[in-house]
């Protein structure tokens, strides 16, 4: 019964290389996130979508592209991806405002 | 710009009370989240204040004073289970939650 699901949850890969990473969420929510967290912790909204319209589009770099085929799914592809790219990145969820939101439990991404 | 702050790490012994502060600058202010994080694990929730006060949950209590820009997370009866990273989160237009850089909790035996 999971209600938050990334996958994978671990991605290892040469810099230069593109990839995906997938989110889906069960709780019927109108509202997807995907948030980077570096070393130190610390976690930075990247997008959000509330049913699948891009309504938060942080600076990220364009090699970043999220796509939300409905609105239980948002997915996140990476192209060209840098040494500095390596991080876990959250995908959550949220019911309404986004005080409440249902994290997913991470894809620790290594770009060697 | 928008900041918090919030002390990076505390420690207290099982059974005691701790309090983390968190202090914010922000425009666009809706609430305060307060999240838990244990290591290799994800964020979850553990309360939110949109108004002045305190807000109770179990063992854990929330507090925001809007006009101090301030806000804590009370830690009552502490269990070792309780060592995780604690984030307070600035909730803006739209959903986005501004995170503070976390501080990390230690609680002994």
């Known amino acids: 019964d999971t209600a938050v699901s990334q996958t994978p949850k671990y991605l290892v890969t040469q810099m230069g290389n593109d990839k995906s990473i997938k989110c889906e969420q069960n709780?019927?929510?109108?509202?997807m996130y995907w948030y980077k967290q570096d070393s130190k912790k610390f976690l930075k909204i990247m997008f959000s979508y509330n049913n699948k319209e891009l309504i938060i589009n942080e600076t990220v770099p364009n090699r970043f592209s999220p796509k939300s085929p409905d609105k239980a799914h948002l997915n996140l592809h990476i192209n060209s991806l840098e040494l500095g790219d390596s991080a876990v990145y959250f995908c959550?969820?949220?019911?309404?405002?986004?005080?409440?939101?249902?994290f997913g439990p991470g894809t620790r991404l290594l770009v060697l | 710009g928008q900041s918090l702050e919030q002390p990076s790490e505390v420690t207290a012994v099982e059974g005691a009370i701790v309090q983390i502060n968190c202090t914010y600058q922000t425009s666009g202010f809706y609430g305060l989240s307060w999240y838990q994080q244990h290591d290799g694990g994800a964020p979850t929730f553990l309360s939110y204040?949109?108004?002045?006060g305190l807000e109770e949950t179990g063992r854990f209590s929330s507090f925001l004073s809007r006009s101090d820009s301030y806000g804590y997370l009370l830690l009552q009866e502490l269990q070792m289970k309780d060592s995780a990273s604690y984030f307070c989160?600035?909730?803006?237009?739209?959903?986005?939650?501004?995170f503070g850089q976390g501080t990390e909790l230690s609680v002994k035996p």
């Open positions: 204040n949109a108004l002045d």
């Open positions: 989160a600035v909730v803006n237009q739209g959903g986005k939650l501004i």
């Open positions: 709780l019927g929510h109108d509202t």
């Open positions: 959550a969820s949220s019911p309404g405002g986004g005080e409440t939101q249902y």
